[in-house]
Nanobody, 121 residues
Framework: VQLQASGGGLVQAGGSLRLSCAAS????????MAWFRQTPGKEREFVASITWNGETTDYADSVKGRFTISRDNAKNTLYLQMSSLKPEDTAVYLC???????????????WGQGTLVTVSS
C-alpha cells in the first residue's frame, strides 16, 4: 500500500489542523493505521492508532484529549484532527499501515513521506 500524507502547515499555539493520509494500491481495510511524529535528534514517537474498522483507537498520553484519529474506508483515507496545538507538537507527522489482526503487536511496514506541522508560540 502507498501512503501520502498532507495537511501540515504553520499554526499558532491553541489552533487546529487536520492531517490526511491517502492510501492506494491495496485494500485499505486490510490495515490498521497509525500516526507517528518525528523531530530532529529525537526518536520517532507514536501519536495515535486505529483498527481497520475504526472501532478501537489509542493515543499517546501527550495528545490524549486534543487529537482525534479517524478513517474513512470508503475514501481510503486516514485523518488526524489536532486541536489545542502546542509548540511541542511541532514535528513531521507520518502515517503508517500494519496488517490487521495484530493491533496490539503491530508491524508498521508501510510509511508515508510525512507532513510538517509547525506550531508557533
Amino acid at each position: 500500500v502507498q501512503l501520502q500524507a498532507s495537511g501540515g502547515g504553520l499554526v499558532q499555539a491553541g489552533g487546529s489542523l487536520r492531517l490526511s493520509c491517502a492510501a492506494s494500491g491495496r485494500t485499505f481495510t486490510s490495515y490498521d493505521m497509525a500516526w507517528f511524529r518525528q523531530t530532529p535528534g529525537k526518536e520517532r514517537e507514536f501519536v495515535a492508532s486505529i483498527t481497520w474498522n475504526g472501532e478501537t483507537t489509542d493515543y499517546a498520553d501527550s495528545v490524549k484529549g486534543r487529537f482525534t484519529i479517524s478513517r474513512d474506508n470508503a475514501k481510503n483515507t486516514l485523518y488526524l484532527q489536532m486541536s489545542s496545538l502546542k509548540p511541542e507538537d511541532t514535528a513531521v507527522y507520518l502515517c503508517a499501515a500494519a496488517p490487521r489482526g495484530f493491533y496490539y503487536t503491530p508491524l508498521y511496514n508501510y510509511w508515508g513521506q510525512g507532513t510538517l506541522v509547525t506550531v508557533s508560540s
